[in-house]
């Protein structure tokens, strides 16, 4: 069986980071790269101006605030569907983080997207939001679940 080659992404060219690349990836829609690239920086020129703190350090500790820890998979037992809660490991806890404080940022109403960007990865700092919402759901629902572990595979 052939490994499959894991596709490396070029970090942007304002911060220099590959994490900020791949979420201006998350952003982009219809590959309108220039666009997604206006809207996260738009969103850490807002954040600068309001928090007078570097935006890549708000950025980062809003990423490890939305992470999960864990999740629950569904797994077919014997007829019945059960849901195991598992660990979730690096590369899907990042991914995850940055889909939830996008759909949160998409939620809101009535603003342009940078503002409410910027507005969701502030709320995720002060631990509030939809994305941290979300998040401790995904816990909740993995500890309700938690009779279940066993059956991880």
Do not use: C
Not at 96 to 114: D, E, H, Q, S, V
């Amino acid at each position: 069986m052939k490994k499959i080659k894991k596709h490396l992404i070029a970090p942007d060219p304002v911060y220099n980071n590959v994490t900020v690349a791949k979420f201006i990836n998350q952003v982009m829609r219809r590959g309108k790269k220039t666009i997604a690239r206006k809207i996260v920086y738009g969103a850490f020129a807002l954040i600068k101006e309001k928090t007078k703190k570097p935006p890549l350090e708000i950025f980062e500790i809003a990423l490890k605030n939305a992470s999960p820890l864990l999740e629950v998979k569904s797994k077919r037992i014997g007829g019945a569907t059960y849901q195991v809660p598992m660990e979730v490991k690096g590369e899907r806890k990042m991914t995850l983080a940055m889909r939830w404080l996008i759909f949160g940022a998409k939620a809101k109403k009535g603003k342009p997207m940078k503002e409410k960007l910027a507005q969701e990865l502030m709320d995720a700092v002060n631990n509030t939001g939809w994305a941290i919402k979300k998040r401790t759901d995904t816990h909740r629902m993995a500890e309700a679940n938690r009779a279940f572990a066993h059956f991880a595979w």
